[in-house]
């Protein structure tokens, strides 16, 4: 027969693994991709938010992304002079 010496530590053993079975985990946050909470403005107002909330170094990045993809002269001259804007405050 088991010796109860042995029987305590295999039964304080088992009740360690459950105790760190049932406790609660800390939750990790999962991480956003950046300008998902601004998903819902336009290219333009998103860089009004952007520069508003002085976050001129991602208003930058926003603006080299818009200018890739505009194809319209006039918008791109826009874009332009707000990016040299920008440039100048920071």
Known sequence: MIEP???V???LVAAGF???YLT???KT????PRGKEFEWLDDFA???VLV???K???ALKRVKKILRKERNAERRLILEKFRAEVKKAV
């Open 29 to 32: 946050k999962k991480s956003t």
């Open 9 to 11: 530590l295999i039964f």
């Open 56 to 58: 001129y170094v991602e």
């Open 52 to 54: 508003k909330s002085r």
């Open 5 to 7: 010496a042995l029987l």
């Open 24 to 26: 609660p985990r800390e």
């Open 46 to 48: 998103l860089l009004l």
């Open 18 to 20: 459950l105790l760190l």
